[in-house]
C-alpha cells in the first residue's frame, strides 16, 4: 500500500493498536473506545489463544465515518501487514482483510461484516499460487462479490441466491467445484453491474475504504435502531470497526466454521453447545440462510481440535467469569477464535448456569446471588405439552431447538399478517425460510419463529432466545408458498390462518393448539433458596 499522510481523528475515537495473539492488553483499551468484540478479541489474544490479527478504528468515528479514510489507517494497515508477512492488494502473496462491526454492548446480528476484502483481479491469480487451492480463491471471490453486493452497492441477496441456484441446480453450494464457483463468480460480476450500476470495484483500498464505511454505515440500520430501542440502549454509543487478517474455513479438507456457546443457553447444561459447517465461512452459521449441524460430526473427524475448542472454551470461563457466546475458523486442522461475548440464554438456563459456576468456584456465591435475583418460580416456569385424551396430536415435522418451550399460535408469513393477528388479539407464530435478523422488529410482536434454514446459533435465534420467544430453526421439511398464504410440510398443505404448536422442548412441530401444562423446576428452585439464604 503507497504512503499517505495522517489526517487528524474526531475527539474520543482512539484507534487502537494491533491486536496479536500473546500481546498484553493495551492500557487505553476499552469497551466504550473500541467496542466489546475488539476489546474481548484483545482480551483473548492476550491470554495466549489463537487470534487472527487486526487492528481497530474506534467507536468515535462512527459519528464522522468520513474522517476514517485510508490516510488515517495506512500505519495501522502496514503494521498488520508485518505482522502476516502478506501485503494487502499484493499480486503475488495477497492479504485478505475481513471487515467487522462492534458496539460498547453486545447487539448480535444487527450491524454488517464483510469477509475477503482485497481479492481482485489483479490478486486472484497470487492467491491461487500461494495456496495452491484454485476452489478456495474462488469461493472466496463469489462470496465477496455478493457480500459487498448487498452491504455496499444495495443490491438485494435474493439476486446472488438466483446466480447460485442456477449453477448448483439443487446441488450443496459446499460440494460445487472450483469450475462451478468461477462460473458463479461471474454471474455474481454481471449481477452487481447489472443492479448497481457499476463494475465491482477491481481497487483493494477502495474495497476496504467502501467496507469501514458500509460497516459505520449500518448502526443506523432498521434493525440495529430497533434492536437499541427494544432493550433500551443509547444511539449514541457508536460501533467500532475492526479490521481482521481472514482466516479460511472453506479451504476444504479439515477446515470449517462454527458458533458455539460454553453452556447450553437453553438449559444451562455444562457441556459446549456448538454449531459447525465444514468447508464453510463463519457468515454461513450465523447469517441464518444456512443450516448447521452440531458439534457431534467436528468431534468424530477431528477429535483434537475438539479437544483443544473444549479446552478454549474453559480457558474463556475462567477468564471472563461467565458463560460465552463465541465464534471460530478452523483453517486446514488450526483453530483460529474471531469473537467471544456473554450469552444469552433463557432464565432457567441463566439460574442453573449461574448456580453451577459458583459451586465450581468460577464466580463468587454473592454474584450467583445478583444473576439470579427476580429469577422466581413465576420465572422459571416452563410449559409442556401433555397427552389429550384420544388422539395423539399430529405431528407436522421436527426442526432444531434454538430456544425451548411450547406456544401454539396462528401462522403469519409477512409483516402484515402479524399486525392483523395482534389487532384480533390472536398470537402469531412467524414462519421464515430464512432465520434473519431483518425480522428483529416482528420477533418482539409474535410468540414464536419457525425456519426453514439456519442454525440454532444464527444471530436471529440467539436474539429469539434473549426474548423469550420459543424458536426452532432449519425444519427443511417445511415450504412456504407466499403467494397462497400457506405452509406445507411434506405432501401436507396448511389452509392460510392455520394454527400450529412449536414444541422448543422436544423440536416438533404439531398441527393445531396442543393442550400444555406448567412445569415447574423444584431442584433448581431449591437450589437457588439455599444460595440465597446463604451469606455471600
Known amino acids: 500500500m503507497s504512503g499517505a499522510s495522517m489526517s487528524t481523528p474526531p ?216 434492536y437499541r430501542e427494544m432493550r433500551g440502549l443509547s444511539h449514541g454509543m457508536g460501533t467500532a470497526v475492526t479490521v481482521q487478517r481472514m482466516v479460511f474455513g472453506n479451504a476444504g479438507g479439515l477446515s470449517g466454521a462454527g458458533v458455539g456457546f460454553t453452556r447450553n443457553p437453553s438449559d444451562g447444561n455444562p457441556a459446549p453447545w456448538v454449531d459447525f459447517l465444514f468447508n464453510a465461512q463463519g457468515e454461513d452459521v450465523v447469517s441464518g440462510r444456512r443450516s448447521a449441524q452440531g458439534h457431534d460430526r467436528l468431534a468424530a473427524i477431528a477429535p483434537r481440535v475438539w479437544e483443544e475448542l473444549v479446552e478454549a472454551a474453559k480457558a474463556l470461563e475462567r477468564h471472563f467469569g461467565d458463560m460465552q457466546d463465541f465464534e471460530f475458523t478452523l483453517e486446514d486442522g488450526k483453530l483460529f477464535l474471531l469473537q467471544t461475548r456473554e450469552g444469552k440464554r433463557t432464565p432457567q438456563a441463566a439460574a442453573r448456569i449461574a448456580l453451577d459456576m459458583a459451586d465450581e468456584g468460577l464466580i463468587d456465591r454473592k454474584t450467583a446471588c445478583l444473576r439470579t435475583a427476580g429469577l422466581d418460580a413465576a420465572a422459571l416456569t416452563t410449559r409442556v405439552i401433555v397427552a389429550e385424551d384420544g388422539a395423539a396430536p399430529t405431528v407436522l415435522g421436527h426442526a432444531a431447538t434454538a430456544a425451548s418451550g411450547v406456544v401454539s399460535g396462528t401462522v403469519a408469513l409477512n409483516e402484515a399478517q402479524v399486525a392483523a393477528l395482534k389487532t384480533e ?27 426453514r434454514h439456519g442454525a440454532r446459533t444464527s444471530h436471529a435465534a440467539v436474539v429469539a432466545r434473549q426474548l423469550g420467544k420459543v424458536c426452532l430453526v432449519g425444519c427443511e421439511a417445511m415450504r412456504i408458498d407466499e403467494s397462497r398464504d400457506r405452509i406445507g410440510f411434506g405432501d401436507t398443505w396448511l389452509d392460510p390462518g392455520a394454527v400450529i404448536t412449536l414444541d422448543g422442548n422436544s423440536g416438533t412441530i404439531f398441527a393445531g393448539a396442543s393442550r400444555t401444562a406448567e412445569q415447574v423446576p423444584a431442584e433448581l428452585l431449591q437450589r437457588l433458596d439455599r444460595l440465597h439464604a446463604t451469606k455471600g
Open 11 to 226: 475527539e474520543g475515537s482512539a484507534q487502537l493498536g494491533l491486536i496479536v495473539a500473546g500481546k498484553p492488553l493495551d492500557k487505553a483499551a476499552s469497551p466504550e473506545t473500541m467496542g466489546f468484540k475488539a476489546y474481548n478479541l484483545a482480551r483473548m489474544a492476550a491470554l495466549g489463544l489463537n487470534v487472527p490479527p487486526a487492528f481497530v478504528l474506534g467507536t468515535g468515528f462512527c459519528a464522522h465515518p468520513e474522517t476514517a479514510t485510508p490516510a488515517l489507517w495506512h500505519d495501522a494497515l502496514v503494521r498488520l501487514e508485518a505482522a502476516t508477512g502478506l501485503g494487502f492488494g499484493d499480486p503475488r502473496r495477497p492479504l485478505l482483510l475481513s471487515v467487522r462491526s462492534g458496539a460498547p454492548v453486545s447487539m448480535p446480528g444487527m450491524m454488517e461484516t464483510l469477509l475477503n476484502i482485497g481479492l481482485t483481479e489483479a490478486t486472484l491469480p497470487g492467491l491461487i499460487r500461494s495456496t495452491g487451492n484454485p476452489r478456495l480463491v474462488w469461493d472466496a471471490y463469489r462470496r465477496l462479490i455478493a457480500g459487498y453486493g448487498e452491504v455496499v452497492a444495495g443490491v438485494n441477496a435474493t439476486d446472488f441466491e438466483a446466480d447460485l441456484d442456477a449453477v448448483r441446480l439443487g446441488e450443496e453450494e459446499r460440494m460445487l467445484d472450483f469450475a462451478a464457483l468461477r462460473d458463479l463468480a461471474q454471474r455474481h460480476l454481471e449481477t452487481y453491474r447489472r443492479l448497481a450500476g457499476e463494475a465491482f470495484p477491481q481497487d483493494a483500498v477502495a474495497q476496504l475504504q467502501a467496507a469501514i464505511a458500509a460497516v459505520f454505515r449500518s448502526w443506523s440500520s432498521a434493525k440495529a435502531i430497533a
Open 425 to 451: 388479539g390472536k398470537p402469531a407464530i412467524l414462519a421464515r425460510q430464512n432465520a434473519e435478523t431483518d425480522d428483529i422488529a416482528l420477533l418482539e410482536r409474535v410468540q414464536g419463529l419457525l425456519t
